[in-house]
């Protein structure tokens, strides 16, 4: 069957089983391996995307039922070659230690910013719960988040 | 990658039976199977700590996991069909999974075939020093205990993955996460009965090992075989269930310890019986006991002590060499009766821990030679910190205590092979980018980094002109392997060496070039300059040009090979390691009282790493660490019935999320090691060691109850509560006085 869906704000169509995942859709037949695939089984977080902005892990959601969806990968948060905000804030807070964990933290949280501009710290912790780190011991993961948070908030330099 | 097969591994679902018959001819005439293999048509050999272990199993099977065939084909889901089509026949046998059962002569045995093992004992490991009836006599307080610690697993997120492909020269190439890479392709070549001088093991990013990725597993071997046969490459994915049940995990280990003080607190003795259930493999694991024994003789001045130690087969996954590798489970047992025997005196913990702390200059009974030693500082930190003097003891009414532990551990590498030693190679071309081919592997850690950053300073250039290769045995030189916390220390020291050579090398050139006697010379930041002449420095990518582009021009390129000054121990005495690190923990817990929920408030935690090279990844390490440690404290477990683990998935398993972490306090201590890297230490696995001792002692504190076992978990801790188990105090000190 075929889907049509924008990643990253590219449009794609393709042909795909009926029973594909959303994460095989991306990592095989797109080749965007930055979301990872931890177990398959809903419970590690590490295949986190975006779906209309909704995050949604995407080794349980069916390919064909994003048809006609906006889907927002790790790979979407590079702004012109760069790092986005919070990927930045990840690498100067060490937030990243494999790296395995990685995008799918980088996409709760960016899920968690865009629907609460200064969260508390606890607040973090709730929307990361559900992504499972094994290096970090999360603090500097949540530093990281509340750093970025707050350079989203601070005001635009009026000369810029 | 052109012809890629998918491997797939039928696994036992007995925990003990014999092989009775194995029928493929179904799997085989499936459209798509490339080869299905069991032990009756490879090549393969026995391997393993005393070769007890075999890839693809041909008379029994001894766990719930056990390989006994594979396939390769066309994708997974043929794959999956295939396996499903093999018939084998099995003939149950008796079990046995308790590992004091497994001790008794009449239990059934599970390695049958090895003359040399007697029972189930797989090995012994015995110890003796001083004279410990001398000193039971002579003590004024001795306490005594079990202490028991849980299967458990590293669960990295990224599982195991392995690709192999032979080229058509018969030249094997393996892409593997394990990052004992020289060890690995000579076990590949010695059990497979290749030529290891045509294996080449590449290292991609690996996703976390905590020690999982440490031991060949047997879907190592299996992948290879059916890349052999199918003459195709293949990969092979772990599920996440097969993490669970198919690769390496920390081995639950059973003490039972007293310790016996004076009527100062001065400790006199330990004396502990242990039993490591290894499962049913030696693996690594086997030797964990290694370092649990250190714990036992040489955590804080011990006069005399004793160990009997038996590690013991059982019908279960089998144990590997887990980050901490033995030193949580034993920390657990001897930093809670350091507690408790300060208790039975009337003294304060944490003095007596100071009064029995390790010095610098101190050889511990194994003949651990103590150099740079900041754990009285360490205590002293994190006393400070949580309010110790004022707190502790004070907070039972609200369900509040404190716990403290502290803990040794190798931090200069560990000789637990003929060499202990890391090659490192350094060159610098003429953009002046200066690379590092190092023998080390980087699995996360920062390993990376904390190199650049020593090879920049050593040589004098910015850290992103320093490129870190490390990935491939074609190019690196030869490593043992990470593990034991030992990187930073003997990878950093490799990579030192040959920078200083590389410095000498520039400056050699400098002073032919810039005319100026070489200690007028320094290379800052990328560029030579003479002292007192502004007008003569010269960047080093220029300078690189002067020396290459000529007639009869050279490169700069150095190597070095860095072996530390340990000693493989005989008969457990010896200096295992060039440097030791210490630290402590206090862990603050409220327990609730109706259900015996434990909820950690917060941790404070010094760690004497020598010198923090990175201190943001030194940070990071022990942060980690330390989330790893309250995980085993509090929620990870591998629940097993009959053999079976119930539940071989994330959710259930019960690793920590970022609701369950608070924020941990790290203090770094800088001791300046005499022989570390700019006095560097390593600490990879110091984090895990003390949180499950300081939050069962917290515990304590808090309801007056002594908890036995982690993880504990609120039925637990209720099962104490209710059953009011206390510390078992076999004699009191200051009863008597
Ligand atoms: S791979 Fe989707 S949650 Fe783990
Ligand atoms: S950085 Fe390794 S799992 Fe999070």
Redesign the interface.
């Known amino acids: 069957m075929r889907v049509e869906l924008s990643v990253n704000g590219d449009p794609y169509r393709r042909e795909i089983e009926p029973d594909a995942t959303l994460l095989s859709l991306l990592r095989e037949t797109l080749g965007l391996t930055g979301t990872k695939w931890g177990c398959e089984t809903g419970d590690c977080g590490a295949c986190t995307v975006l779906v209309d902005g909704e995050p949604v892990v995407s080794c349980l959601q069916l390919a064909r039922q994003v048809d006609g969806t906006d889907v927002t990968t790790v790979e979407g948060l590079e702004v012109e070659g760069e790092l986005g905000d919070l990927q930045a804030a990840f690498v100067r807070n060490g937030a990243a230690q494999c790296g395995f964990c990685t995008p799918g933290m980088l996409m709760s949280a960016e899920a968690l910013l865009r629907r609460n501009e200064a969260p508390a710290e606890a607040e973090i912790r709730e929307a990361l719960s559900g992504n499972l780190c094994r290096c970090t011991g999360y603090s500097k993961i949540v530093d990281a988040v509340l750093e970025a948070a707050e350079s989203r908030q601070a005001p635009v330099d009026a000369s810029a | 990658m052109s012809g890629l097969l998918v491997g797939a591994i039928l696994r036992s679902p007995h925990p003990h039976a014999r092989i009775v018959s194995i029928d493929i001819s179904e799997a085989e005439a499936l459209p798509g199977v490339h080869a299905v293999i069991h032990a009756g048509n490879v090549e393969q050999r026995p391997y393993g700590y005393n070769h007890d272990n075999v890839p693809l199993k041909g008379e029994k099977v001894r766990f719930i996991g056990d390989e006994v065939a594979a396939v390769a084909a066309v994708d997974e889901e043929t794959a999956r069909r295939a396996l499903e089509l093999i018939t084998v026949q099995y003939e149950p046998l008796p079990t046995v999974f308790d590992p004091f059962e497994s001790l008794d002569p009449s239990s059934p045995q599970i390695h049958d075939e090895l003359e040399n093992v007697e029972g189930n004992v797989a090995m012994r490991w015995d110890w003796d020093h001083g004279d410990v009836a001398a000193a039971e006599a002579e003590a004024a307080a001795i306490v005594e205990g079990m202490y028991s610690a849980p299967q458990a697993a590293?669960?990295?997120?990224?599982?195991h993955i392995v690709i192999a492909s032979f080229d058509p020269a018969e030249h094997l190439t393996v892409w593997s996460p394990i990052h004992m890479v020289f060890m690995y392709r000579k076990e590949l070549a010695d059990c497979l009965g290749l030529d290891w001088e045509h294996i080449t093991v590449i290292q991609p990013?690996?996703?976390?090992s905590?020690g999982g990725k440490i031991d060949i597993d047997p879907h190592d071997f299996i992948t290879v075989m059916l890349a052999r046969k199918t003459r195709r490459p293949v990969k092979l994915v772990m599920?996440?269930e097969e993490e669970f049940i198919g690769t390496r995990t920390r081995q639950p280990i059973h003490f039972k310890l007293r310790t016996g003080a004076d009527a100062d607190g001065n400790l006199l003795f330990r004396d502990a019986e242990i039993v490591s259930d290894n499962g049913a493999y030696n693996g690594w694991g086997s030797h964990a006991m290694l370092v649990a024994m250190q714990t036992i003789t040489s955590m804080y001045r011990v006069p005399a002590s004793r160990v009997r130690c038996a590690v013991v087969y059982t019908n279960k996954n089998y144990g590997g060499s887990v980050r901490g590798f033995g030193n949580p489970q034993a920390t657990f047992a001897v930093e809670q009766q350091m507690e408790e025997i300060a208790d039975a005196l009337g003294l304060d913990p944490m003095d007596v821990r100071l009064r029995n702390a390790n010095q610098p200059g101190d050889v511990t009974p194994q003949g651990m030679q103590i150099t740079s030693c900041g754990l009285e500082e360490c205590l002293e930190i994190v006393r400070e910190q949580s309010g110790w003097d004022k707190r502790r003891g004070t907070m039972r009414e609200r369900h509040r205590g404190l716990g403290a532990a502290a803990f040794v551990h190798v931090g200069g590498g560990a000789r637990i092979y003929r060499s202990d030693g890391c090659g490192a190679m350094v060159k610098v071309d003429d953009s002046a980018q200066v690379t590092l081919i190092t023998g080390a592997s980087e699995?996360?850690?920062?390993s990376e980094t904390v190199l650049a950053m020593i090879v920049a300073e050593e040589i004098g250039v910015p850290l992103d002109a320093v490129h870190v290769i490390n990935s491939n045995t074609d190019v690196k030189p030869w490593d043992v392997g990470v593990h034991a916390s030992r990187t930073t220390f003997v990878a950093g020291n490799a990579a030192k060496l040959a920078a200083t050579k590389v410095r000498e090398q520039l400056l050699e050139t400098a002073v032919e070039v810039l005319g100026a006697p070489v200690d007028e010379l320094r290379i800052v930041d990328g560029v030579v300059e003479v002292s007192g002449d502004e007008e003569k420095r010269m960047p080093l990518g220029k300078l690189m040009r002067r020396r290459l582009l000529r007639e009869q021009g050279s490169i700069v390129m150095a190597t070095a090979f860095y072996d530390p000054p340990t000693q493989m121990q005989k008969d457990y005495y010896g200096n295992v390691s060039a440097a030791y690190g210490f630290g402590a923990h206090v862990a603050e817990v409220e327990v609730d009282p109706g259900t015996g929920m434990v909820r950690l408030l917060n941790l404070w935690t010094a760690h004497d790493v020598g010198r923090a090279i990175n201190p943001?990844?030194a940070?990071?390490?022990i942060?980690?660490?330390?989330?790893?440690g309250i995980g085993l404290a509090l929620s990870e477990e591998l629940v097993i019935f009959d053999g079976q683990i119930a539940a071989p998935?994330?959710?259930d398993y019960g690793?920590p999320?970022?609701?369950d972490?608070p924020?941990?306090v790290v203090n770094l201590v800088e001791t300046i090691d005499p022989r570390g890297p700019f006095g560097a230490k390593g600490l990879g696995e110091a984090g895990i060691i003390p949180p499950a001792a300081a939050i069962a002692n917290a515990v304590a504190d808090a309801t007056g109850i002594r908890p036995r076992a982690y993880p504990m978990r609120p039925w637990k801790v209720k099962e104490w509560l209710d059953a009011g188990e206390r510390s078992h105090v076999a004699r009191q000190g200051a009863a008597d006085a």
């Open positions: 590293p669960v990295p997120i990224e599982t990013p690996v996703g976390g905590f599920s996440r699995l996360g850690q920062g943001m990844s940070e990071g390490q942060e980690g660490g330390a989330a790893m998935n994330l959710h690793l999320t970022a609701v972490v924020r941990i």
